[in-house]
């Protein structure tokens, strides 16, 4: 299985966001079998919690489904778990480094880049935090036209059909 995990800060905006537009694409593209998604914060204020109001309006407007997501936190393991771990800016990856496992502690299999690196035209490269902006339209654009870029990615990385 290939797993991808989005990370962002709180995982109640971004990432979850981009965890159930993926998902989506990734059914839509009948390939829900060979890939696996998940999200998780850097952050740990809002474990357990369901997507921010914003994050839930968005995805219901686009009939996207999002049952049963809540935050978790990063946690060393994801290192090891997930194919490919996709930040929505550069403080999370700046983050991400400090869960990184010890490389003694067994091989660290996850490939990390930014969301806004499949997307060719953006000069900007993090995606907006819709917490502070209150923008979750932008974000949803840049999320859909990102994460379709991602999966074109995998397929021919990964030399699925
Ligand atoms: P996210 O947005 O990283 O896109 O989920 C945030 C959500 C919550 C907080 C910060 C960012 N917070 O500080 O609680």
Request: hydrophobic share 35%; glycine share 6%; net charge negative.
């Amino acid at each position: 299985m290939i797993q991808v995990l989005f990370v962002c800060l709180g995982n109640i905006c971004r990432s979850p966001m981009a965890e159930a537009v993926f998902r989506h694409q990734v059914k839509q593209a009948g390939l829900d079998h060979v890939i696996a998604i998940d999200s998780a914060g850097t952050g740990d204020w809002h474990i357990g919690h369901p997507p921010h109001q914003g994050t839930r309006d968005i995805l219901d407007k686009n009939q996207i489904d999002y049952k049963g997501m809540l935050a978790r936190q990063v946690t060393s393991d994801d290192f090891v778990q997930f194919t490919y771990i996709i930040a929505m800016d550069e403080s999370n990856v700046k983050n991400l480094a400090g869960f990184a496992p010890e490389p003694a502690d067994g091989e660290n299999r996850a490939s990390i880049h930014k969301l806004l690196d499949f997307a060719p035209g953006r000069k900007d490269k993090n995606v907006p935090d819709p917490y502070y902006t209150g923008n979750f339209q932008e974000v949803y654009e840049m999320v859909e036209e990102s994460c379709a870029r991602l999966l074109t990615y995998i397929r021919d990385k990964e030399q699925l059909i």
